[in-house]
């Protein structure tokens, strides 16, 4: 009966709107923390918060739903007028477009098999709503008014840094946490909001060049430092948005982001109030230098305090979940393992100064000038030490898409390599460059 009500809703038949979304398989871990305590061992607390840290991870907003749904009114967009929202809606069709990935685990056997057998209506927003209210949307939340439409949204880490393995459909599948989503575009998304006055005060801009910015990121980007000092644009006109990192093989690191911002939890309690507008405490007083960090600045970004605090609770479990999260290894067959065992010892002879085994970058204080790597300051120079951070290497082959470097600038392995050959004067031969990117590929 639960499985013939959620289809209804699902293939866009008449009636049953209303119908809660009773396809969702609960996706927390709770099963784990069940069975570990029955087996009263040792481990059980740790895995405990990892489970804990995976939920916060896949499925807390931290409150951030009064910003994205309460404040700029996404929800309406994406729900359409005939269900109380503004315009067309979003269809699946167009959710899957954009980027958004839809976890397979969450739906029921019903849907996976209407979904299979083509049964599923995708020109339609309420299939859309649908998964939305259920947690079926990687890094969205839906959140029902009851009448078929959405009350609010909220936004999750997993959104930008988990994808699916496409084991159903493109774009539908297995979730994968700490592998950036290259194909979703932030932008396009944010700019579906019917208000973002919000935003355009934030900035001191007006809303038209908000929905400008907004297009010029693209796929696979998010700029996370516009809120802080207002730039969207390099010097060459290039939009100043970077590409979404991966989130994984992060233990052992010391600083993260593109520019070395700060530790894992540093940069956590960051994006949950600041960029995803979830209520919580942050501090950092580097913030209040009004030269650098204008906006931030004026909008006191350095010396946040909600109450309730709905993030500092969670930043501990999050940490550790995130630690957990090791790089995937590259599928057999993607790289050829002889020259990749040349590769190696070049890498070892041209590169392992910054990028050192098994971590891929320094232990210690992993920061360079754009000097030092022969590039352009621009990036460096809108963070608190005007470096940047060496990249851990591990798993690249899961960032291929949308090029390497922090924007995104070497659209492949091969053009890293020839960077590096003429910027250090290596005078690498053929051979020693092939082989060095089937060692890449081999991380
Ligand atoms: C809208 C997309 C988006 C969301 C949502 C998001 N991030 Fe990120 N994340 C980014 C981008 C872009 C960067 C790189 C920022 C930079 O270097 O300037 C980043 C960087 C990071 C890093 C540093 C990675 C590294 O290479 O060291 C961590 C850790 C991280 N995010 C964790 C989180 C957590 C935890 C959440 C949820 C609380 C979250 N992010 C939500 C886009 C996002
Ligand atoms: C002086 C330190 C240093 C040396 C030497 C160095 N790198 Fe890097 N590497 C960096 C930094 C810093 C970054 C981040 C650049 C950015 O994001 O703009 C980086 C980024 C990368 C990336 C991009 C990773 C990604 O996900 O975007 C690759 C690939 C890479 N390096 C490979 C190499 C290879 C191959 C060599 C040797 C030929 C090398 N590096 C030598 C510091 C170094």
Known sequence: MRALVVMVVLVGGPGCRNAAPSFVRTAAASDEHGASARRGDDDAPRRSRLAEGRQ???????????????????????????????????SPK??????????????????????????????DPAVTVALLTSNAVVGLTGFSDGKGGLRTLGIQCALCHSTVDNSLAPGIGHRLDG??????NVGAIVGLSPDLSPVAKLLGVDEKTVRAVLASWGPGKFDALLFLDGKAFRPDGKSAATVLPAAFGLAGVNLH???????????????????????????DPRLDDAARFPVAARAGFGHLKADPDLVTSKLAALHDYQLSLEAPRPPAGSFDEEAAGRGRQVFAARCAGCHVAPLYTEPGWNMHTGAEIGIDDFQASRSPDGRYRTTPLRGLFTR?????????RFATLNAVVDHYDSAFKLGLPGRQKSDLVEFLKSL
């Open 179 to 184: 592998w950036p989503n290259r194909d979703l």
């Open 56 to 90: 916060i991870f896949r499925f807390d907003t931290f409150g951030d739903e009064d910003f994205w749904g309460g404040a700029l009114r996404l929800h309406q967009a994406i729900e359409g007028s005939a269900h109380g929202g503004v315009g067309a809606g979003v």
């Open 257 to 283: 982001t593109y520019t070395g911002w700060g530790s894992v939890p540093y940069w956590n309690a960051f994006v949950a109030v600041l960029e995803m507008h979830g209520k919580g405490t942050f501090y």
């Open 400 to 408: 291929a898409k949308g090029g390497f470097y922090h924007d995104g």
């Open 94 to 123: 167009t959710a899957l477009a954009v980027g958004l990935k839809v976890d397979v685990d969450a739906l029921s056997k019903a849907t996976v098999d209407a979904l299979q057998a083509g049964n599923v209506n995708l020109d």
